[in-house]
């Protein structure tokens, strides 16, 4: 039996993006307004292929940049 200090796959190798309309529709965001966040810069996105991806770390400190801008999100 072998013994290994390494962590488990899933924390060795943890997900840092999601698609954009999927993980916004979890967040309570809609799709036109996922897009604009998107646009405007306040969520940071890439393309993988044709879909677009979100940084998860920007839509989980999304509500925190907001309000200290004063925008409702």
Request: glycine share 8%.
């Amino acid at each position: 039996m072998k013994s290994s200090n390494s962590p488990p796959a899933s924390e060795a190798n943890p997900i840092h993006f999601a698609p954009l309309v999927g993980t916004c529709s979890r967040h309570g965001i809609g799709r036109s307004w996922a897009f604009e966040l998107a646009r405007t810069g306040e969520l940071d996105t890439f393309l993988l292929g044709k879909r677009r991806m979100v940084y998860l770390d920007s839509i989980r400190s999304l509500p925190v940049r907001l309000a200290m801008r004063g925008n409702p999100a």
